[in-house]
């Protein structure tokens, strides 16, 4: 997991380091103090802006593709090319 420090986090939210603090003491982004310092892990933070996107009313989320693993099957890999599952790029 990779941790920015309280400048990274500001420059990578483009906030200044006085509203990033104001957010850390309000508990309204996810961090960690260690030895003293502040720390903010970034799959979080990009977590954390994701959560408070706004969408146009009927905006529909987008499902992530389901992903079918297995063996070199070629039953298997029949019945997704078949299916349409695999899309036409493969």
Do not use: N
């Amino acid at each position: 997991m990779e941790f920015l420090t309280t400048s990274e986090a500001a420059d990578y939210l483009r906030l200044g380091e006085r509203k990033l603090y104001e957010l850390v003491t309000t508990g309204a982004i996810p961090c960690t103090k260690v030895t003293g310092k502040w720390l903010f892990p970034r799959h979080e933070l990009d977590l954390w802006v994701l959560s408070g996107l706004a969408r146009p009313a009927g905006m529909l989320i987008a499902e992530p593709p389901p992903v079918v693993g297995g063996s070199q099957d070629e039953l298997l890999a029949w019945s997704l090319r078949e299916s349409g599952s695999l899309g036409s790029d493969r």
